[in-house]
């Protein structure tokens, strides 16, 4: 499984952005696929989960502004972040859990700026 993540960028405070987290490879009988952000310095957090059946969970930290979708026919799950703050500033990476194994795409670098 390869995941490839895109839709980062600067943006200013209370601005949106997608991203995108397109998977490839031997998909079958996933579990769910979600996102974490990191900061320097800081451990991984988790940011939000879709399972493949759909059901979708959001950390405190973001819910109400970000959530999160998937488009099965292309393998893709979306994060549609609104309200930008300072303290969303990451790198965001998706994930996707196939039974025991995590498989993770490259992060995609998330600047906000006040």
């Known amino acids: 499984v390869q995941l490839q993540a895109s839709g980062g960028g600067l943006v200013q405070t209370g601005g949106s952005l997608r991203l995108s987290c397109a998977a490839s490879?031997?998909?079958?009988?996933?579990?769910?696929m979600g996102w974490y952000r990191q900061v320097p310095g800081k451990q991984r957090e988790w940011v939000a989960r879709?399972?493949?059946?759909?059901?979708?969970f959001l950390s405190d930290s973001v819910k109400g502004r970000f959530t999160i979708s998937g488009e099965n026919a292309k393998n893709t799950v979306y994060l549609q972040m609104n309200s930008l703050q300072p303290e969303d500033t990451a790198v965001y990476y998706c994930?996707?859990?196939?039974?025991?194994?995590?498989?993770w795409g490259q992060g995609t670098l998330v600047t906000v700026s006040s």
């Open positions: 994930n996707l859990d196939r039974g025991a194994r995590t498989y």
């Open positions: 490879g031997t998909m079958f009988d996933f579990d769910g």
């Open positions: 879709i399972t493949r059946g759909g059901r979708s």
